[in-house]
């Protein structure tokens, strides 16, 4: 069911450059949606979506800043312009600075805040106008907005909150005709962890109890079934792909 509802299908993925990112892109890509890739990382985002389609006819890309509405302004309208309508918004942007909370300054907490919760609230806002009924949004969190915490991340782990409690008043509001669902991955291996890997990588896998780390593409499954009609009795959820880690011991 998830093979066929999500083919033809118009998808706008932000932070799609990412290693989760650029995975949910390639199982969009599979299943046989047309997708726009947006980034802050132009290159990335380009190469990626060529890769996908040297055509252009079904993965295009934008240069994006989540942080400013008017990039959002622009996605949305490049999306419309070229497939007609939009069908599922999956806001991957974000990012994770390690900074301790003695020293976090008023810039570094607001630059957080604006690319991780206003970023996904300029994108949904511009977008849901355009969402054919049945469409979704799947909102990515994070463990730092659960159980998993993230100290030296305060502001990470507000923002991920903030998307967490934003998902399921949306969903209230959009449903039935917008499903609005939540993933929130755990420990996944890419660049944007990679520091904290290094350093705690040990500790974290031993509170794993799958035992290593979990990849994009995992995250990538679960958010194609929360976008296609294999969950459309699904709605204000979140799916943890987070390897058990809230099984307990
Ligand atoms: N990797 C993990 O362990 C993990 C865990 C929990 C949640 N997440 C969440 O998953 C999502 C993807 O993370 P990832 O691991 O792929 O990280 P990543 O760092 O590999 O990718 C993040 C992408 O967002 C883009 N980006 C950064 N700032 C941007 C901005 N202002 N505007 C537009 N794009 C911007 C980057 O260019 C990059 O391509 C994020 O929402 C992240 O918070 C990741």
């Given amino acids: 069911m998830i093979e066929n509802s999500l083919r033809d299908q ?3 993925l932000t ?17 046989g949606a047309r997708i726009l890739l947006a980034d802050y990382d132009e290159q990335g985002v380009s190469s990626l979506a060529s890769s996908l389609d ?15 509405p008017a990039d959002a302004d622009a996605a949305v309208s490049t999306c419309v312009a070229r497939f007609g309508h939009i069908d599922h918004l999956v ?45 979704t949004i799947v909102t990515i969190a994070s463990s730092a907005a659960h159980e998993g915490c993230s100290p030296q991340h305060v502001h990470y782990g507000a ?24 993933v929130s991955p755990g420990t996944i291996d890419t660049p944007m962890v990679a520091d904290l890997l290094r350093q705690k990588g040990d ?10 780390f ?16 294999a969950s459309s009795y699904i709605m204000g959820q979140t799916i943890h792909v987070n390897g058990g880690s809230y099984m307990g011991g």
Wanted: aromatic share 8%; net charge positive.
């Fill in 15 to 31: 932070g799609a450059a990412g290693g989760i990112g650029s995975a949910i892109a390639r199982t969009f890509h599979r299943l």
């Fill in 91 to 135: 806001p991957a942007a974000a990012i994770f600075e390690d900074q301790p909370f003695a020293t976090m300054t008023d810039a570094q907490w607001r630059r957080t805040m604006s690319v991780n919760l206003d970023g996904v609230f300029y994108i949904c806002r511009r977008s849901i106008p355009h969402i054919r009924p049945g469409g």
């Fill in 214 to 229: 979990g990849t994009g593409e995992e995250v990538g499954d679960a958010v194609a079934f929360l976008c296609s009609n």
């Fill in 203 to 212: 500790k974290f896998l031993s509170i794993t109890p799958a035992g290593r």
């Fill in 159 to 182: 923002s991920k909150g903030g998307v967490l409690a934003f998902t399921k008043s949306l969903a209230r509001e959009l449903s039935p005709n917008i499903r609005v669902n939540t």
């Fill in 54 to 68: 040297p055509t252009g006819e079904r993965v295009i890309s934008v240069a994006y800043d989540a942080s400013k």
């Fill in 10 to 12: 118009v998808v706008i």
